[in-house]
């Protein structure tokens, strides 16, 4: 994965427009912690999408993967938060299409991360936020095995 001022710039750029008018909330160490691991790896997944052309390599997809996994806790935190925030509308469940395949990802991925960017409102952007992590579980759900085909040596089932 590529660190670089780039990275640094994005992370420090996202958490400013979060922080901008979010009255001190995440002045607690906990809520700092959760926020600024969730924009980290957000921001990772972005160049990792940035820098895969079509299908990644596996073992680059698997390492991204568990890149996300190792967030999961900080995730679910910030889910909570985005719940318990004023004006926020959070959708649970079977909703709108998601994307179904490798380039509808990372265009969905690459437009909503634009849009925290953007983002005039804090509140807002902690929402997109939450979309983008809804969008790194689907990539995650994809590189997880999952049944192909089964041989016997009996030839039986």
Do not use: N
């Not at 395949?101 to 909503?112: I, N, Q, R």
């Not at 809804?134 to 590189?143: E, G, I, K, P």
Request: charged share 20%; with cysteine; hydrophobic share 45%.
């Amino acid at each position: 994965m590529l660190f670089s001022p780039e990275m640094d710039a994005m992370q420090a750029r996202m958490k400013a427009i979060i922080l901008r008018d979010s009255e001190g909330f995440f002045d607690d160490p906990k809520e700092s912690e959760d926020l600024q691991i969730t924009i980290r790896i957000a921001c990772e997944f972005f160049v990792f999408l940035r820098q895969s052309k079509d299908v990644p390599e596996l073992d680059e997809a698997e390492y991204m993967a568990g890149t996300i996994r190792s967030g999961l806790d900080w995730f679910f935190s910030m889910a909570h938060t985005g719940g318990i925030l004023t004006g926020l509308k959070l959708q649970r469940g079977f909703g709108p299409k998601l994307p179904s395949s490798f380039p509808e990802l990372k265009a969905s991925y690459d437009s909503v991360f634009h849009q925290v960017l953007e983002s005039t409102h804090s509140i807002k952007a902690i929402g997109l936020l939450l979309s983008l992590v809804q969008m790194m579980f689907l990539f995650m759900t994809v590189c997880f095995p999952s049944f192909l085909s089964f041989s016997s040596e009996s030839g039986s089932d």
